[in-house]
T-cell receptor
Framework: DGGITQSPKYLFRKEGQNVTLSCEQNLNHDAMYWYRQDPGQGLRLIYYSQIVNDFQKGDIAEGYSVSREKKESFPLTVTSAQKNPTAFYLC?????????????FGPGTRLTVL | AQRVTQPEKLLSVFKGAPVELKCNYSYSGSPELFWYVQYSRQRLQLLLRHISRESIKGFTADLNKGETSFHLKKPFAQEEDSAMYYCASGGTSYGKLTFGQGTILTVHP
């Protein structure tokens, strides 16, 4: 079940630490996305990237950072500035073109701050 | 900004009963609308999109521009339909989607 992978599956962090979540895709998609999933709040967009070396803030970017040095990879760093980082994080990718295209999702990473 | 509203957080029905998951959107242009589903222990996946006009696993969804709705319907629910369902809207920026809050559907035997 390849396509888009995320690691690790579970991640524990102490307060004040930065952590990086990995997202890799082999679908040759130009666009990649990071979402945060919280109960009752649905999926909220953190950052997205439509092409290598370019990315934009989503709706809840504060306390997060990303990079897009390779087409296949879009890591997300949760910094100590994120006030409530405990959540389930989903990465997705899609092809680009006119309009919105189907997004393919990874299995997710559950981050817990101790 | 686009908004997608799913008014029901939880929806319970019995097997064989009709089910309708509501979705309303706010977008003045021509939206592209999707339903995504997340079964237990599986990743989020596309169920259907309005431009394809398909019926997937017995589910259909009709875009009603007058009511700005894209409700998901199935005439006879099955236990395996139990899952989290998200409505999503796109169209303002290539590939970017706005998701609703999600509805957890439980189909009882």
């Amino acid at each position: 079940d390849g396509g888009i992978t995320q690691s690790p599956k579970y991640l524990f962090r102490k307060e004040g630490q930065n952590v990086t979540l990995s997202c890799e895709q082999n679908l040759n998609h130009d666009a990649m996305y990071w979402y945060r999933q919280d109960p009752g709040q649905g999926l909220r967009l953190i950052y997205y990237s439509q092409i290598v070396n370019d990315f934009q803030k989503g709706d809840i970017a504060e306390g997060y950072s990303v990079s897009r040095e390779k087409k296949e990879s879009f890591p997300l760093t949760v910094t100590s500035a994120q006030k409530n980082p405990t959540a389930f994080y989903l990465c997705a990718s899609s092809s680009t073109g006119t309009g919105a295209n189907e997004q393919f999702f990874g299995p997710g990473t559950r981050l817990t701050v101790l | 900004a686009q908004r997608v509203t799913q008014p029901e957080k939880l929806l319970s029905v019995f097997k064989g009963a009709p089910v309708e998951l509501k979705c309303n959107y706010s977008y003045s242009g021509s939206p592209e609308l999707f339903w995504y589903v997340q079964y237990s222990r599986q990743r989020l996946q596309l169920l259907l999109r309005h431009i394809s006009r398909e019926s997937i696993k017995g589910f259909t969804a009709d875009l009603n521009k007058g009511e700005t709705s894209f409700h998901l319907k199935k005439p006879f629910a099955q236990e395996e339909d139990s899952a989290m369902y998200y409505c999503a809207s796109g169209g303002t920026s290539y590939g970017k989607l706005t998701f609703g809050q999600g509805t957890i559907l439980t189909v009882h035997p």
